[in-house]
C-alpha cells in the first residue's frame, strides 16, 4: 500500500537526513521510504506501533533511528566504511519490535550484517516480511529471546549490539551478556538520560558514554546510552586490533 502524500514524506526525510547531516543516496531514501510504508500498513495487523501517522512515523521513528547512525560511525570508525573490511560487520538488535533502529541500519549499511532479535511471533512475521519485500540480503530474524539466539547465529560475535524501547539498562545487560566478546560495543537508545537505569546496571557493567541526540522535527529529548563491559568476556573476531 503506496503511503499518503509521498512527495512530502520524501521532502521531509530529504530535510531530516540534511539537518542530522547524513548524507544518503536516493535509493537508500527510498527504500527507507518504502520501509515505512510497511510499517504504516500492516501495523493495525501486528500491532507495531502506537503512532498511526506516517508523518509522525517518519519523525519518531525513521528519523529518531537515523540519529544514531553518525554517532555510531564515530564510535565505531568501521561503520564508516564497512564494504572494506575483512569480514562483514555484524549488529545485533535485541528487542526490535517493527524492525526499529536494526531494519533501518539495515538499510544504510547495506554491507553491514544485521540481526534483528525478537521473540514475539507475529513481530518476527512482519519482520521476514520486510526482509523479504525489501530484498534486504544483510538482514536475518530470530523469533527468539537474545539469551536463547542459536549458536550457529550468535558467531562470529557481533561488533555493536543496540536496543531501542528495552525494558531497562540491567535487564538489556544481563540479556546480551552471553553474546559479548571483548570487541562488542554495546548502545541503547533513550528518551531522558536514565540516571536510575545506569545506577543500577549489574556487576561487571559501566557507563561509557552519553550522547545527547537532536532528532529533526521532535522536541523531546533523546540519549544513546553506550555501555562498557568490564567482566571478562569470551573471545571474539575484534576488527580493530
Not at 557481533?158 to 560495543?185: G, K, N, W, Y
Not at 553506550?226 to 576488527?239: I, K, T, V
Request: aromatic share 4%; net charge neutral.
Amino acid at each position: 500500500m503506496p503511503l499518503a502524500e509521498p512527495a512530502q514524506l520524501a521532502r521531509e526525510l530529504a530535510d531530516g537526513l540534511a539537518e542530522l547531516r547524513l548524507p544518503l543516496a536516493e535509493r537508500v531514501q527510498v527504500r527507507l521510504l518504502d520501509y515505512l510504508a510497511l510499517l504504516a500498513k500492516w501495523n493495525t495487523v501486528y500491532n507495531l506501533t502506537a503512532i498511526r501517522d506516517p508523518r509522525q512515523m517518519l519523525t519518531q521513528h525513521l528519523l529518531d533511528s537515523l540519529a544514531i547512525v553518525a554517532p555510531l560511525q564515530q564510535q565505531l570508525p568501521a561503520l564508516a566504511a564497512p564494504e572494506s573490511q575483512v569480514r562483514p560487520l555484524r549488529v545485533f538488535d535485541i528487542g526490535s519490535g517493527g524492525g526499529l533502529p536494526g531494519i533501518v541500519l539495515a538499510i544504510v549499511w547495506p554491507s553491514v550484517q544485521v540481526v534483528l532479535v525478537e521473540p514475539v511471533g507475529k513481530k518476527a512475521a512482519f519482520l521476514r516480511q520486510c526482509q523479504a519485500e525489501l530484498a534486504l540480503p544483510n538482514l536475518s530474524v530470530a523469533a527468539c529471546r537474545a539469551q536463547d539466539l542459536p549458536p550457529a547465529m550468535r558467531a562470529p560475535a557481533p561488533d555493536l549490539i543496540v536496543c531501542r524501547a528495552f525494558a531497562s539498562l540491567a535487564d538489556f545487560a544481563a540479556a546480551i551478556e552471553p553474546l559479548m566478546a571483548p570487541h562488542t560495543q554495546v548502545a541503547a537508545m533513550k528518551g531522558l538520560r536514565p540516571d536510575d537505569e545506569i545506577a543500577q546496571l549489574p556487576a561487571g557493567w559501566s557507563l561509557a558514554d552519553t550522547i545527547a541526540l537532536r532528532v529533526p522535527g521532535l522536541d523531546a529529548s533523546r540519549h544513546l546510552i553506550l555501555l562498557r563491559h568490564d567482566a571478562p568476556a569470551r573471545s571474539g573476531n575484534d576488527l580493530r586490533a
